[in-house]
């Protein structure tokens, strides 16, 4: 078949190339996993798509008198949408969707995917901070809410910690099933979306043309790839030893997230081999970085170096390892001329000991598959640490389970 031919496979893009994204396609992708130009315009189509059910609710909140819509939300989520009496439609038609679990889902596996994630403690949260939300800023279309709200430069902190959190929440083991903490807060962050999507909407200045859609299909569901295949391609790299069941259940997990957030179900991966071929798709079409990527890249590195402040010449010495060894990793899986381009900072020596610590944890992978009992009670030991970490957090920046300051009337700022 000709390459220009619409069902001919196209070359790989630019993010696949290099760095351990490069190798990981290599080691990890099932088969050749690359896109054709018509599936390429296919998945185009959806960045011209948004959440219609969630952004009637939004509308409804402007509609009613102020708070009265998020309260009845709130009802509606802590004790079911019959609760209230006479419901407005949007409310009725979200909750409806929402409640009504679609058929492929399966409980058992997605708690067995919670608790695989949970298995590996705080280690889950450098993939999280260093590959996928670093990722994230080489595609500039979806960074332009970020850079409107002034969310990430402007407290990048706050929203690291916020981003942790939710995380945390729709990562535990029994918090996705109805009416729990992280199917709570997977809808409340999809009401976020569509609160900050219609807040983009109302911009003059809004550039329908280069940035599709706020916060579109595309966009949010390269969000749930990031956090899904990309934190498996990071793990992995990271010496942690998935099993492909493992693998496959939090895949299945990811995907009930997605369903809960709205993403449309033709864009859900229903596997391993699926999400591969998405983000090759993805690569190729929203992965083009700009100057919006560097502001959002040192507002993240600026987090990073916060650990230690206030804390003296320890606490000096803490801000410096943190940023040496995320941006060692964000280097190793994205490569040197993204990293280049994100500026980041280049440090030989922290990279070879991401590399050691790596093979460290492999051989330790190692031992713990042969040693009966070690994965429960790494499982034990990964929710002690991830415990402790959240009370950390919480001590930093009071967690706001309900969003609500997100979902206050602001002025958003210049794009």
């Known amino acids: 078949m000709k390459p220009d031919e619409p069902d001919a496979r196209l070359a790989d893009p630019d993010l696949l190339r290099q760095g351990g994204l490069r190798l990981a396609t290599r080691l990890f992708a099932p088969r050749d996993i690359r896109g054709t130009e018509r599936q390429r315009e296919r998945l185009r189509e959806f960045a011209q798509a948004e959440d219609p059910l969630a952004d009637a609710v939004v509308a409804l909140f402007d509609e009613l008198p102020k708070g009265r819509g998020r309260a009845l939300f709130e009802q509606a989520l802590e004790n079911g949408i019959d609760s209230l009496d006479d419901p407005p439609r949007p409310l009725v038609d979200f909750f409806a969707s929402v409640e009504a679990a679609p058929y492929w889902v399966d409980h058992e596996r997605v708690d067995r995917g919670a608790r695989a994630i949970v298995r590996t403690g705080v280690l889950s949260l450098f993939p999280l901070g260093d590959m996928a939300l670093m990722g994230g800023y080489l595609a500039s279309r979806a960074t332009k809410p970020l850079v409107g709200t002034g969310a990430i430069e402007y407290a990048a902190g706050r929203r690291l910690i916020e981003t942790t959190h939710w995380w945390l929440d729709v990562t535990t083991p029994g918090a996705l099933h109805r009416g729990e903490r992280g199917w709570a807060s997977a809808l409340r ?80 991966p229903a596997d391993e081999d699926d999400a591969w071929r998405l983000l090759w798709l993805l690569a190729a079409t929203e992965f083009i970085p700009d100057t919006d990527s560097r502001r959002l890249a040192a507002a993240l590195v ?23 060894v995320h941006t060692a990793i964000s280097r190793l899986v994205l490569g040197r001329t993204n990293a280049d381009y994100l500026e980041l900072p280049d440090d030989p020596l922290a990279r070879a000991a991401v590399v050691a610590g790596a093979a460290t944890t492999f051989a330790a992978e190692t031992v713990r598959r042969r040693l009966p009992g070690a994965t429960a009670l790494q499982e034990r030991l990964g929710a002690l640490a991830r415990r402790r970490y959240a009370e950390l957090l919480g001590s930093v920046v009071a967690p706001d389970p309900s969003y609500a300051r997100h979902l206050r009337p602001s002025t958003p700022r210049a794009a």
């Open 189 to 268: 962050v999809r009401l976020v979306h569509a609160h900050v999507r219609a807040a983009m909407n109302r911009r003059p200045d809004w550039d329908y043309a280069a940035w599709d859609r706020p916060i579109n299909q595309v966009q949010t569901v390269g969000t749930l790839l990031l956090f899904s295949l990309v934190y498996l391609v990071g793990m992995r790299l990271l010496g942690v030893r998935y099993t492909e069941a493992e693998r496959a259940d939090i895949l299945h997990l990811w995907r009930y997230v997605g369903w809960l957030m709205g993403v449309d179900e033709a864009l859900l």
């Open 302 to 324: 600026r987090s990073h170096a916060e650990v230690g402040a206030g804390r003296g010449r320890l606490g000096k010495v803490a801000s410096e390892l943190s940023v040496r």
